[in-house]
């Protein structure tokens, strides 16, 4: 078995965020009834996330304003016009914020992206107001990163 690193290519086509939606986000995490479980669950879908290139852990990919270091990869799939989305943290529960984060814009198209309204997204699972406001920021600044790209995308 090979031990080699993987590649952008590889992470872009693992299919997480597209086989998870915000729906089924919403309802698993209303099913917990303590805040105890619900980081648990966040912290299981990071562990969900395809390994990211370590080649790729550069300064131009780095989230300006995370407390944690965060990676974000963006393209665009040119025959479908879908964006895709690869990220990393060195923090497990920034790793799951993230995957939280993928549900709703990995594999949908930059329109789609710009229209989704996030902040009641994460109104409805209750997400910000059980976040440190530092970590509150550095997920806004993941969101703002992900629409930035899908603006530039649509031109």
Same mark, same amino acid.
């Given at each position: 078995?090979?031990?080699?690193? +993987?590649?952008?290519?590889?992470?872009? @086509?693992?299919p997480?965020?597209? $086989?998870?939606? +915000?729906?089924?986000?919403?309802d698993?995490?209303?099913?917990?009834?303590?805040?105890?479980?619900r980081?648990?669950?966040?912290?299981d879908?990071?562990?969900?996330?395809p390994?990211?290139p370590?080649?790729?852990? @550069?300064?131009?990919?780095?989230? $300006?304003?995370?407390?944690?270091?965060v990676?974000l990869l963006?393209?665009?799939?040119? +025959?479908?016009s879908?964006?895709q989305l690869?990220?990393?943290?060195?923090?497990?529960?920034?790793?799951?914020?993230?995957?939280?984060?993928?549900?709703?814009? @990995?594999?949908?198209?930059? $329109?789609?992206?710009?229209a989704?309204?996030?902040?009641?997204?994460?109104?409805?699972?209750?997400?910000?107001?059980?976040?440190?406001p530092?970590?509150?920021?550095?997920?806004?600044?993941m969101?703002?990163?992900?629409?930035?790209?899908?603006e @530039?995308?649509? $031109?």
């Amino acid at each position: 078995m090979s031990t080699s690193e +993987p590649t952008a290519e590889a992470v872009f @086509n693992n299919p997480f965020g597209t $086989r998870i939606t +915000p729906d089924e986000v919403i309802d698993t995490i209303s099913f917990f009834d303590d805040w105890e479980e619900r980081y648990r669950y966040i912290i299981d879908l990071g562990k969900q996330l395809p390994e990211f290139p370590q080649s790729l852990k @550069n300064e131009e990919l780095l989230v $300006r304003g995370c407390q944690s270091q965060v990676w974000l990869l963006a393209r665009e799939d040119q +025959p479908n016009s879908i964006v895709q989305l690869a990220v990393d943290s060195d923090a497990l529960i920034v790793r799951g914020l993230a995957a939280i984060v993928l549900a709703a814009y @990995n594999g949908k198209s930059s $329109r789609d992206i710009l229209a989704f309204d996030i902040e009641h997204y994460f109104d409805q699972i209750d997400l910000l107001k059980h976040l440190s406001p530092t970590r509150g920021n550095g997920l806004r600044s993941m969101v703002k990163k992900i629409q930035l790209h899908a603006e @530039n995308m649509s $031109r």
